[in-house]
Nanobody, 122 residues
Framework: QVQLVESGGGLVQAGGSLRLSCAASGRTFSNYVMGWFRQAPGKEREFVGA????????YYADSVKGRFTSSRDNVKNTAYLQMNSLKPEDTAVYYC???????????????WGQGTQVTVSS
């Protein structure tokens, strides 16, 4: 089992930045791919980005590429999502997730954080 606890969401103006954190406990953190997803009201949960266990490989949705950066600290068992140049359409609940394989599919992730709200005002 892996427990994930997110923090760092909030309200920010368009063009601003936020950094989300995802603290993990349980099994060896570095064994897991970490994914980031988001879900806006009335929409399905969508892929934002993913990162290999070592952090050396990262993948992003086209909608956030160049603006969002994922990283991880395997000593602190924490993953991060740095979000810059935020837009109102980035407003959603953001989730971190852990799984065995790099994937943009929700079903391929085994463990999920509780979610944190990000609201971007225009």
């Amino acid at each position: 089992q892996v427990q994930l606890v997110e923090s760092g969401g909030g309200l920010v103006q368009a063009g601003g930045s936020l950094r989300l954190s995802c603290a993990a406990s349980g099994r060896t953190f570095s064994n897991y791919v970490m994914g980031w997803f988001r879900q806006a009201p009335g929409k399905e949960r969508e892929f934002v980005g993913a990162m290999s266990g070592s952090g050396s490989s990262t993948y992003y949705a086209d909608s956030v590429k160049g603006r969002f950066t994922s990283s991880r600290d395997n000593v602190k068992n924490t993953a991060y999502l740095q979000m810059n140049s935020l837009k109102p359409e980035d407003t959603a609940v953001y989730y971190c997730a852990a799984g065995p394989l790099t994937s943009w599919t929700v079903a391929n992730y085994l463990y999920w954080g509780q979610g944190t709200q990000v609201t971007v005002s225009s």
